[in-house]
């Protein structure tokens, strides 16, 4: 493991110092970009959805039209749609200490917990134990192949990610591969990563040139390095970045007053002003993102057509985080998971967006050429 992680080592420090062989991107104009607010004819109905015990997380399972929660209770429950579309059908898997993970597996049988290297069987509510490291975090399936990471930091400002895959019905996880990075050669992961590939990302700032950020793909089957891209002309210190690469395209936030979003799509790039909040993406597979604040409540930001809505008018949320939405790939169901003021639990939501000639889709026309679930 040592020798072969010394080698990404090696080949990531080469990957990381030769930015110029990244491909270029320049993005700006005179910004930020307009969003035409929607919020008065964006047409959506809100349901409640019976969630025993309230909620702590939840998952949707896209094929089967169902919600898996774990409430306050430890419980992990589901609820499926009836033919009428409403969630009705409960049923009870287990109980689990841990966070449910947000990885759907593609035949939706597992569910996994987050930070930890357990899978509970929903079919036989039995749990399987493939990793015992702790802090485990889950990536992406290929078929009935899991891939995850532990992330190994050190007190130098080294920092080490291990990738690990597991087939269900082997004994155990085996070790894949490490990336490495130092202070002198420093990586972050991004958010957002499809089979087989991650995403990392720098920012650099040299004398005399633009800022830019240079995210690098790896493909984890073996940790080998893709071509980087490059996106010149950063308005800020960039504080995070996700990428959408079913629908190839990246999501760059950037310590900026007023243009503090950058949007990038094979037809072009821009920045956008989402008010320095926290984005929160409901789906990997649609250009969308959602931001949530006292004041403002909760804004849904449809990158592609330049349009945002605030929903929920007049309800009390007191807090609304990453974790706390899911939109369906076909993005007509919106899943909310928001805390209100006096609550102790959350309560999960069910929003169906309104489709018609005369109310198309706010998000537009978006085939994934793959699917993303993280």
């Known amino acids: 493991?040592?020798?072969?992680?010394?080698?990404?080592?090696?080949?990531?420090?080469?990957?990381?110092?030769?930015?110029?062989?990244?491909?270029?991107?320049?993005?700006?104009g005179v910004g930020p970009n307009p969003f035409n607010d929607i919020s008065g004819i964006l047409k959506y109905n809100v349901e409640?959805?019976?969630?025993?015990?309230?909620v702590k997380e939840f998952l949707y399972q896209e094929s089967s039209n169902a919600?898996?929660?774990?409430?306050?209770?430890?419980?992990?429950?589901?609820?499926r749609s009836d033919s009428a579309?409403?969630?009705?059908?409960?049923?009870?898997?287990?109980?689990?200490?841990?966070?449910?993970?947000?990885?759907?597996d593609p035949k939706e049988r597992f569910v996994l917990t987050e930070g930890q290297g357990w899978l509970l069987d929903t079919n036989s509510s039995d749990w399987f134990e493939?990793?015992?490291?702790?802090?485990?975090?889950?990536l992406f399936w290929n078929r009935n192949k899991l891939f995850s990471y532990q992330f190994v930091p050190a007190a130098s400002g080294d920092q080490r990610w291990d990738f690990y895959s597991y087939r269900v019905g082997d004994n155990?996880?085996?070790?894949?591969?490490?990336?490495?990075?130092?202070?002198?050669?420093?990586?972050t992961m991004a958010h957002g990563h499809t089979y087989p590939l991650v995403f990392f990302f720098n920012e650099v700032n040299a004398p005399g040139s633009d800022r830019q950020?240079?995210?690098?793909?790896?493909?984890?089957?073996?940790?080998?390095?893709?071509?980087?891209?490059?996106?010149?002309?950063v308005r800020g210190p960039v504080k995070d970045v996700y990428r959408f690469d079913s629908i190839d395209s990246t999501a760059v936030v950037v310590d900026n007053k007023d243009q503090n979003l950058l949007w990038a799509t094979p037809k072009g790039c821009g920045y956008y002003d989402i008010k320095g909040l926290t984005p929160i993406v409901p789906n990997y597979n649609q250009p969308a993102i959602a931001t949530f604040s006292q004041q403002d409540g909760v804004t849904l930001f449809f990158l592609n057509t330049e349009k945002r809505a605030t929903v929920l008018k007049g309800f009390p949320i007191n807090d609304l985080k990453e974790g706390d939405l899911w939109l369906s790939d076909s993005g007509r169901k919106l899943f909310m998971s928001p805390l209100f003021d006096g609550e102790r639990s959350r309560w999960l939501l069910d929003l169906k967006l309104a489709s018609d000639e005369s109310n198309p889709s706010p998000i537009g026309g978006v085939t994934p050429t793959k699917r993303s679930r993280h």
């Open 1 to 28: 493991m040592i020798a072969r992680s010394l080698a990404n080592f090696f080949a990531i420090a080469a990957l990381v110092c030769g930015v110029g062989q990244a491909r270029q991107l320049r993005c700006g």
């Open 48 to 54: 409640t959805v019976d969630a025993v015990g309230g």
């Open 67 to 79: 919600l898996i929660y774990r409430n306050a209770n430890r419980e992990i429950r589901g609820v």
């Open 85 to 104: 579309g409403n969630f009705s059908q409960a049923q009870f898997f287990s109980t689990s200490i841990y966070p449910m993970s947000r990885v759907v």
């Open 130 to 138: 493939f990793n015992p490291n702790a802090g485990m975090q889950h």
């Open 172 to 187: 155990g996880s085996k070790y894949q591969c490490s990336i490495q990075s130092t202070a002198k050669v420093p990586l």
């Open 213 to 233: 950020v240079v995210i690098y793909p790896f493909d984890i089957t073996n940790c080998t390095a893709q071509t980087p891209v490059a996106y010149s002309n």
